[in-house]
């Protein structure tokens, strides 16, 4: 199914009048303390925000997972998928692929279908989680870090392998998550685990192609419950130096112990130029990969504000590949991802309120107060009209919950792929 250009007008018409006055009453108020609102739906307009290929069916636990009816069966249907959030959205114009779950059967016919609805193909993720049918090694003691010169191999030479398939796509960069670790003390030596890894990476980092980036993601804990090799920003970023300027550390929202200070952590990272990617999500408890801006919004908005200086301030650190990394157990998985992106626009553009300069003397004059209310002045702000300016600016619509509800989306779905179909994932 496709959204075409006269439903998302015919949508807007009917909530426009809202709309402008919302968007007028806060530009102005904008204008007035000196910002400029152009410059700033701009700049939330260009922002783009991967959806990976794994996120467009409903996601399960260790104990159970429930269908959402009208999942994509294969990955001509999940890119559909991804037009329809861009269409209505704008801001979801890429797409990462998770190997060997969505392989192309066809590369020109999959590299069509994603142009003709305007997305890219961001980072490929590799997979040494999980053992595949008939490998002739298993992952069950880890991949890139096993003490088996043979399992080592099979890990680097499918990453290898995924390089190659982002290649043929267009993907510039490999995002490697490993499980690796061990579950109980005495299991693993951690400086032969550590060692093995670090010169696993190196061994996919010669085979990337000069313009490629590898991202180096961590996880503190689970699947393994004792130790993981990649546990913190520290060891991936040792990790990524140990390999060359090509490799970066990736920071995942939900990969941290609880009530860690992020956002100094992506601080730091952009200081130094190694801050290569972002997954977004929010958490309660641990990797709960539940909506992103669900539980923490404010932790998001400080996230962002260090982002956004970084982005403004810090030309040694490249573009950083953004992506979702969200699990939808309960929720339709596409309504959860435009929640998702509109949390995310809307962090963005609080943080683009802030007053950097004010900030920047009120630190100077030890002025704690005045830092807080700077930031808490920017927070407090609802900046949801921005969002929709930005989205009607580039043809998306007013409010894409409301839309792909009175479209009737999932309906129109499960009359084409059937009630009963499972996306391919975890
Ligand atoms: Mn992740």
């Known amino acids: 199914m496709k959204i075409n250009q006269s439903e998302i007008s015919d949508f807007n018409q009917k909530v426009v009048k809202d709309h402008k006055e919302n968007f007028d009453f806060l530009a102005n108020k904008l204008t007035n303390k000196g910002k400029d609102v152009n410059s700033i739906v701009d700049k939330l307009a260009a922002f783009q925000i991967a959806i990976p290929s794994w996120a467009l069916g409903a996601g399960g636990t260790r104990f159970g997972r429930f ?22 959205t704008q801001t979801a114009g890429a797409v990462s692929l998770h190997i060997p779950w969505d392989i192309p059967s066809d590369y020109a016919a999959i590299k069509e279908k994603a142009t003709a609805l305007n997305i890219k193909f961001d980072a490929v ?9 008939g490998a002739a090694e298993s992952y069950k003691y880890g991949s890139l870090s096993n003490t088996s010169k043979a399992v080592r191999e099979q890990a680097i030479q499918h990453n290898l392998d995924v390089i190659k ?31 093995n890894t670090q010169d696993s990476l190196i061994d996919i980092y010669k085979g990337l192609p000069d313009d490629w980036k590898l991202l180096v993601e961590y996880k503190p804990y ?43 952590i992506v601080s730091i990272l952009q200081l130094k130029g190694k801050l290569g990617g972002f997954h977004f999500n929010d958490s309660k408890y641990g990797d709960d990969d539940v909506t992103v801006g669900s539980i923490k919004p404010y932790a998001l908005f400080l996230i962002f504000n260090e982002l956004v200086y970084g982005m403004e301030n810090n030309p040694q650190n490249p573009d950083l590949a953004w992506m979702i990394d969200a699990s939808h157990n309960v929720k339709d998985p596409l309504e959860d991802l435009i929640q998702s992106l509109e949390a995310i626009q809307e962090a963005y553009a609080k943080a683009l309120l802030i007053d950097q300069k004010a900030l920047r003397t009120a630190q100077l004059e030890n002025d704690v107060v005045k ?36 479209l009737g989306v999932r309906e129109q779905l ?13």
């Open 222 to 264: 689970e699947p393994n419950f004792y130790s993981t090799v990649i546990q913190d920003w520290g060891a991936s970023l040792m990790l990524a130096n140990g390999c060359g300027d090509k490799a970066y550390t990736l920071v995942d929202l939900g990969h941290h112990l609880p009530n860690s200070n992020i956002e100094q």
């Open 371 to 406: 830092c807080q209310e700077i930031l808490q002045g920017a927070y407090r702000t609802d900046v949801r009209p921005l969002l929709e300016k930005a989205r009607v600016n580039a043809g998306g619509v007013i409010s894409p919950i409301d839309a792909y509800r009175s």
């Open 165 to 195: 398939i982002g290649d043929k796509l267009g993907s510039k960069a490999l995002t490697v998550w490993l499980a690796d670790g061990s579950c109980f003390p005495g299991q693993n030596n951690f400086q032969t685990a550590f060692q």
């Open 125 to 133: 993720n590799s997979n040494t989680f999980q053992d595949q049918q």
């Open 67 to 88: 269908s959402f009816y009208g999942e994509p069966t294969n990955l001509e249907q999940k890119i559909e998928d991804i037009g329809i959030l861009h269409s209505l």
């Open 414 to 426: 499960i009359k084409e792929r059937g009630k009963h179909t499972v996306a391919t994932g975890l």
